[in-house]
């Protein structure tokens, strides 16, 4: 007869707020001072550690590594709330008198019953968003040289979605002499067009690069997660029913990566073809946000204009 051994496991949690030196900041706190930072026990986690790791660390790795819980919640969002409110405070705190001059426009024109959004971007942050509703798509492009003029922008950095009819705005601008650019979304990802050859090392650098995304889509959103990421220097967003739209827009957006690794966004609509094909009816942006995400595109497209430079049209490489 053969006996069965039973193993009782007993799990010890030992959290970030158990550390010394955390609990000597929370004790400061309580009694109404401000944290000193105060390290009681050398090599275990600090007060400014902890603070930093809040900030920074998804919501999985906070709960792991922060709290000692097994996560059983949603996925990580591509843009933390922590991140945006960040982002937020940065341009209340903006340095008085700092000169704001744009260094990229996007437009996203309206097709059917939309409205065409625009947005002026620089180094900093955005500068200004507007929604407009055109029914006469011929006022798109009279919107978008007011708004260039208003930002001083050359045309060489206005960047138009390719789709829903962008084309064919900038086909129109290019013939009168104005040289913007489209971008398609779902292009392969894009690096910097040069005449020149690149050194070996840079074409493998390159080819990891594009390796990296899917597509130009993966490729922009990080472009914008990198910037609002409090990791680094910081992107700031103006108060204004723009970005309260954008903001809304930005929460739901999981953070995915596919099977090779690859950062990876979900499509903005599903295809008449996969719509009845259980297999590819994962949610869309659409899906997530309710409605076309006008405002987050427009961002993007600006984004775009102003980290990329612009390339020679008659080369026949329109980016």
């Known amino acids: 007869m053969s006996t069965l051994t039973k193993y009782l496991r007993r799990v010890i949690r030992i959290t970030a707020e158990d550390s010394?030196?955390?609990?000597?900041?929370?004790?400061?706190?309580?009694?109404?001072?401000?944290?000193s930072n105060r390290t009681?026990?050398?090599?275990?986690?600090?007060?400014?550690?902890?603070?930093?790791?809040?900030?920074m660390w998804d919501k999985i790795r906070q709960c792991v590594g922060l709290d000692a819980q097994f996560y059983e919640g949603a996925e990580v969002k591509m843009f933390p709330g922590v991140w945006l409110e960040r982002a937020r405070e940065l341009y209340s705190q903006a340095r008085p008198g700092r000169t704001r001059q744009a260094e990229g426009i996007g437009c996203d024109?309206?097709?059917?019953?939309?409205?065409?959004?625009?947005?002026?971007?620089?180094?900093?942050?955005?500068?200004?968003?507007?929604?407009?509703?055109?029914?006469?798509?011929?006022?798109?492009?009279?919107?978008?040289?007011?708004?260039a003029g208003k930002h001083k922008v050359p045309w060489n950095r206005i960047c138009f979605d390719r789709g829903g009819g962008g084309k064919q705005h900038a086909d129109y601008m290019r013939e009168k002499g104005m040289a913007?650019?489209?971008?398609?979304?779902?292009?392969?990802?894009?690096?910097?067009?040069?005449?020149f050859k690149h050194l070996y090392r840079d074409r493998a650098d390159v080819k990891e690069d594009r390796y990296?995304?899917?597509?130009?889509?993966?490729?922009?959103?990080?472009?914008?997660?990198?910037l609002l990421n409090p990791a680094n220097e910081g992107w700031s967003l103006?108060?204004?029913?723009?970005?309260?739209?954008?903001?809304?827009?930005?929460?739901?957006?999981?953070?995915?990566?596919?099977?090779?690794?690859?950062?990876?966004?979900?499509?903005?609509?599903?295809?008449?073809?996969?719509?009845?094909?259980?297999?590819?009816?994962?949610?869309?942006?659409?899906?997530?946000?309710?409605?076309?995400?006008?405002?987050?595109?427009?961002?993007?497209?600006?984004?775009?204009?102003?980290?990329?430079?612009?390339?020679?049209?008659?080369?026949?490489v329109d980016n």
């Open 109 to 147: 024109p309206a097709e059917g019953g939309d409205s065409t959004t625009l947005a002026a971007v620089d180094r900093y942050g955005l500068i200004e968003g507007i929604s407009v509703k055109t029914p006469d798509t011929a006022e798109i492009r009279k919107l978008v040289i007011n708004f």
């Open 238 to 316: 103006p108060p204004g029913e723009y970005t309260d739209e954008l903001e809304r827009q930005l929460k739901p957006i999981p953070l995915m990566y596919d099977k090779e690794g690859r950062f990876y966004v979900l499509p903005k609509r599903r295809h008449d073809k996969d719509a009845n094909n259980p297999d590819k009816r994962e949610p869309t942006l659409i899906d997530l946000v309710g409605h076309s995400p006008d405002e987050t595109d427009a961002v993007l497209l600006a984004l775009y204009a102003m980290r990329y430079n612009p390339v020679v049209y008659d080369l026949a």
């Open 20 to 35: 010394p030196n955390v609990a000597y900041a929370r004790a400061e706190q309580a009694r109404g001072l401000k944290p």
């Open 180 to 195: 913007v650019r489209t971008v398609a979304f779902g292009a392969p990802p894009m690096l910097d067009l040069k005449r």
């Open 212 to 226: 990296t995304y899917i597509n130009r889509r993966g490729e922009m959103y990080d472009t914008l997660r990198q």
């Open 40 to 55: 009681v026990i050398p090599g275990v986690l600090t007060w400014q550690e902890y603070t930093e790791r809040r900030l």
